[in-house]
């Protein structure tokens, strides 16, 4: 195995950069050694790419659980831990208990999933990273992790489907 | 969005879905009217940022004045903790006053981000996009706002933490059968997931300025953009989370003004209790939360210039939506009047005399003078499409809606079914001083905000204009979006 490096290319189109990415997989360059970035989302496998399976609503749901749990708790674990003793019986009613168990049932789906979100995606993540400040101004950038023997034919690809800064990319502070 | 461009030539042509050969000035008036125009996403980050900037000495007074406004109603809530809740204009039987109707305004006021975030982001609805973020912004400072209404209407702010639960050697603990417990968890919950969901949203568009930023502004992007690179994962994540987040928020905010309007109507006093209260709470919420973001969107486009993202489309649609939740919170209105009537309650029919006739009548009738005249006049294009009297209707519409929860809050506890315990109720300097602090420290959070934070959603913006072709059908040209959310 020789030694790998990172090249990135930019590209104004969709269909340039989908298409770049096409030869590159007929170059064998596994998925994984490809990564696109775009300032807007653009659907799911435009850019003939594979769709990735997400731990999201796992997260969700059973964040919701712990919302529900905390809930009972609060409705009805705790006037049984702590009893206001009325008709000599603590006082747990239905319908107010279910306002408190929905409310802590939403509130913890909400932190759930905006919690699960910044831990799928891996953040906060300010260490150096590839990337390209036109990114955010309409240019999708391609990164290559790739052969030095193969950086050649990359550089024509990317060339021939209108590719432009294409060179070795640099890390920068994020 | 989806009016159509009728074509000069005459005759039939045929079925087509690209632009490229028609006519240039045609395809020019399409481009402007649906943000499609020949802006490059540069440009567009430029038109945001450059405004958040631009700072002139107008900007500085408006600021100066409101933070007078803040440390006045600070100073006054200081005086009233200091001698005691004697000072505010509460008594037996108006044991809420001033407060509690402000409170219920704010909450009232948060609505309107939500339904125009969530519910219109689950039904793609396209002219949400540039609007979204003012709205989430409204909701998120609106709670923030109703939030110190309970700490204020405590007295002994400083005995907050014994609604906090947790064991304690005071042998207490929080009574969750009491409505005002509900009240405060749904608050709590309905501010951390309006404040979650504006901020995850805004993630991209913190990228895109920490790009094209410098000093303290690209630190404070860099920490809020988290290391935001634009990945295909990371878009899908950020969509997908976005969209459990629209879900999730709906019954959360349909639940804190329904659990609101039961502080109300689980009491005994005439008028409040009863069933139509949460639907017709949340109904006028809508009402109350959209005029003020309509007239919101106003000044803010005024002040910012940001007549390019902030058309009139967007008006026109905002306005149709104001009008329709007119007519449902008059619908609501009627129908609790109705039943009121005919149920010939003596205590209820004083209580209706009184607003009808009696003393409160001229708050009546400027109430419904205020929200039922802008539903006839949003009917009419020319109006929603016209800034100033959409502005004009706006706040004729909160004026209205504010007087609506002075009318529930402090007319209907002035009779009650004891006819020796009637009394009345009137505002003091400290009461008004607290609620104008709300309004000017509302105010000034949003104005800082508009100026910190990109108020126009970029990414959202870009994402809608990947979405619409130009299609020819005979000899209109329809906008045609593709499904790609």
Excluded at chain 2, 13 to 39: H, I
Excluded at chain 2, 307 to 317: D, G, I, K, P, S
Excluded at chain 2, 460 to 472: A, P, Q
């Amino acid at each position: 195995m020789g030694k790998t490096v990172m090249l990135m290319g930019l590209f104004h189109e969709s269909t340039d950069t989908a298409d770049a990415i096409d030869r590159l997989y007929e170059m064998k360059i596994p998925e994984e050694d490809i990564l696109v970035m775009t300032g807007v989302p653009y659907p799911e496998q435009a850019l003939g790419r594979h769709s990735e399976w997400q731990r999201m609503p796992v997260i969700v749901l059973v964040g919701a659980l712990t919302g529900f749990l905390l809930g009972v708790f609060l409705a009805v674990g705790t006037p049984t831990l702590y009893p206001l003793t009325v008709g000599g019986r603590p006082i747990i009613t239905g319908p107010p208990a279910a306002v408190i168990i929905f409310v802590f049932t939403m509130m913890a789906t909400i932190v759930s999933t905006f919690l699960g979100v910044l831990w799928e995606m891996g953040f906060p993540s300010f260490e150096n990273k590839y990337y390209h400040r036109l990114v955010t101004s309409g240019h999708l950038a391609v990164l290559v992790e790739c052969l030095e023997s193969q950086v050649d034919d990359i550089h024509t690809i990317m060339e021939a489907h209108n590719g432009h800064h294409i060179q070795s990319a640099e890390r920068m502070a994020l | 969005m989806s009016e159509a461009i009728p074509l000069a030539g005459k005759g039939p042509a045929p079925e087509k879905s690209r632009t490229d050969s028609l006519p240039a000035s045609l395809s020019n008036e399409y481009q402007d009217r649906l943000l499609l125009e020949a802006m490059k996403d540069w440009e567009i980050n430029q038109a945001v940022l450059e405004p958040m900037s631009r700072t002139g000495p107008w900007f500085w007074v408006i600021v100066a004045v409101l933070a007078a406004i803040v440390a006045w109603g600070l100073y006054a809530w200081g005086y009233q903790i200091y001698w005691g809740f004697g000072v505010a204009g509460i008594n037996r039987p108006v044991y809420w006053g001033f407060y509690i109707a402000t409170f219920i305004f704010w909450v009232g006021i948060s609505h309107a981000g939500t339904m125009i975030s969530a519910v219109l982001r689950i039904f793609k609805v396209d002219w949400r996009r540039p609007i979204t973020r003012g709205a989430e912004a409204m909701t998120a400072f609106a709670l923030m706002m109703a939030g110190l209404f309970p700490l204020i209407h405590l007295g002994r702010v400083w005995k907050f933490y014994w609604m906090i639960p947790y064991p304690n050697n005071r042998f207490m603990w929080p009574n969750f059968q009491s409505p005002l417990m509900w009240d405060m968890i749904a608050i709590f919950t309905y501010l951390i997931g309006s404040s979650l969901y504006l901020y995850l949203a805004m993630i991209p568009d913190m990228a895109m300025a920490r790009d094209n930023t410098v000093r303290w502004r690209y630190k404070l992007y860099r920490l809020m953009a988290l290391g935001w690179r634009g990945t295909e994962a990371e878009w899908h994540k950020l969509h997908r989370a976005l969209n459990i987040f629209s879900i999730i928020i709906i019954p959360v905010f349909l639940s804190v003004h329904s659990i609101v309007s039961w502080d109300f109507a689980v009491t005994l006093q005439p008028r409040w209790h009863s069933t139509i209260f949460a639907p017709y709470f949340v109904i006028g919420a809508i009402y109350s939360g959209l005029a003020a973001l309509a007239a919101i969107l106003v000044l803010v486009r005024w002040g910012m210039k940001l007549q390019n993202f902030l058309r009139m489309e967007h008006f026109n649609a905002l306005g149709k939506v104001v009008m329709v939740a007119g007519l449902g919170w008059l619908y609501f209105w009627f129908a609790g009047l109705i039943v009121e009537w005919y149920g010939n309650e003596p205590v209820v029919m004083e209580l209706l005399h009184e607003e009808f006739i009696g003393s409160l009548a001229p708050l009546f009738y400027l109430q419904m003078t205020c929200n039922v005249l802008p539903i006839f006049f949003l009917m009419f294009k020319k109006v929603r499409t016209t800034p100033v009297l959409l502005l004009t209707f706006a706040i004729m519409i909160n004026i209205g809606m504010f007087i609506e929860r002075v009318l529930i809050v402090i007319g209907d506890l002035q009779r009650n079914y004891l006819p020796f315990n009637w009394g009345t109720y009137r505002p003091t300097w400290v009461e008004i001083s607290i609620v104008a602090m709300t309004f000017a420290g509302f105010s000034l959070l949003y104005i800082l905000f508009s100026r910190i934070f990109p108020y126009v959603p970029v990414w959202e913006i870009k994402e809608g204009r990947l979405r619409y072709t130009l299609r020819r059908i005979g000899r209109l040209l329809i906008p045609t979006a593709a499904e790609i959310e």
